[in-house]
């Protein structure tokens, strides 16, 4: 039975941390990760205005072969980066293990991982490859996504709950909106770009705990 695992590390603690350091954006969003012949392609959203000086250094890392843009939105770019990343343990880790990675969001903070693995007995091989790479896991819940017990709040965190029920409450999702997400942030303490990245991910895990969750036998 599949179970699911959310965790912060430390952008020093594995090398694509310190290869995308946040000393310029707000944030960084993992899109996907992209096998391409004997290279890992990362797709990562970059948050807020991006500087030369974060790109240089990006290219400047010994394992990374080109950073290039993909698209650019109002307050965020899709960049594509070519990386070998045979020597992250990290995501040797997660993929030694069979680990799906679900969603992966970076501040100068750290970093915030949601993976997915078959079994508990390979989140416990993870934690333990982990542990000898050196790699410290702040471990924020574990669930099992298919248990009708797992969670009151569909799988929610409870500052997801709480950003989400907010927002419902003030009318963001209404036509035409009755706040925005800066009225959000200031009502909950936090930044206007964390409210935005907090909805998303509760609206999906909400999504993957109420809408795809197989029902049980009968």
Same mark, same amino acid.
């Given at each position: 039975?599949?179970?699911?695992?959310?965790?912060?590390?430390?952008?020093?603690?594995?090398?694509?941390?310190?290869?995308?350091?946040?000393?310029?954006?707000?944030?960084?969003?993992?899109?996907?990760?992209?096998?391409?012949?004997?290279?890992?392609?990362?797709?990562?959203?970059?948050?807020?205005?991006?500087?030369?000086?974060?790109?240089?250094?990006?290219?400047?890392?010994?394992?990374?072969?080109?950073?290039?843009?993909?698209?650019?939105?109002?307050?965020?770019?899709?960049?594509?980066?070519?990386?070998?990343?045979?020597?992250?343990?990290?995501?040797?880790?997660?993929?030694?293990?069979?680990?799906? *990675? @679900?969603?992966?969001?970076? %501040?100068?903070?750290?970093?915030?991982?949601?993976?997915? &693995?078959?079994? +508990?007995?390979? #989140?416990?091989?993870?934690?333990?490859?982990?542990?000898?790479?050196?790699?410290?896991?702040?471990?924020?819940?574990?669930?099992?996504?298919?248990?009708?017990?797992?969670?009151?709040?569909?799988?929610?965190?409870?500052?997801?709950?709480?950003?989400?029920?907010?927002?419902?409450?003030?009318?963001?999702?209404?036509?035409?909106?009755?706040?925005?997400?800066?009225?959000?942030?200031?009502?909950?303490? *936090? @930044?206007?770009?964390?409210? %935005?990245?907090?909805?998303?991910?509760?609206?999906?895990? &909400?999504?993957? +705990?109420?809408? #795809?969750?197989?029902?049980?036998?009968?």
């Amino acid at each position: 039975m599949s179970v699911i695992t959310e965790v912060r590390i430390s952008p020093g603690d594995f090398e694509l941390g310190q290869i995308l350091e946040l000393d310029e954006a707000s944030a960084i969003e993992l899109e996907t990760l992209v096998p391409s012949g004997d290279v890992t392609v990362p797709l990562f959203w970059v948050y807020e205005p991006v500087r030369d000086h974060f790109l240089e250094t990006v290219r400047r890392y010994p394992t990374v072969d080109n950073v290039t843009e993909v698209e650019v939105f109002d307050n965020r770019t899709l960049f594509r980066l070519d990386w070998d990343a045979s020597q992250d343990h990290l995501f040797q880790c997660i993929l030694d293990q069979g680990g799906q *990675i @679900s969603s992966a969001t970076g %501040t100068s903070e750290g970093w915030d991982f949601e993976i997915r &693995f078959s079994q +508990r007995e390979a #989140l416990s091989e993870f934690r333990t490859c982990c542990e000898d790479a050196h790699i410290n896991l702040d471990v924020i819940r574990v669930y099992n996504p298919t248990d009708p017990g797992v969670s009151q709040w569909y799988g929610l965190s409870e500052p997801q709950r709480e950003a989400l029920t907010l927002a419902v409450q003030m009318g963001y999702y209404d036509i035409p909106r009755g706040c925005t997400t800066q009225e959000l942030a200031s009502e909950l303490g *936090i @930044s206007d770009q964390a409210v %935005t990245e907090r909805l998303r991910r509760a609206i999906g895990a &909400f999504v993957r +705990r109420a809408l #795809l969750t197989p029902e049980p036998e009968t």
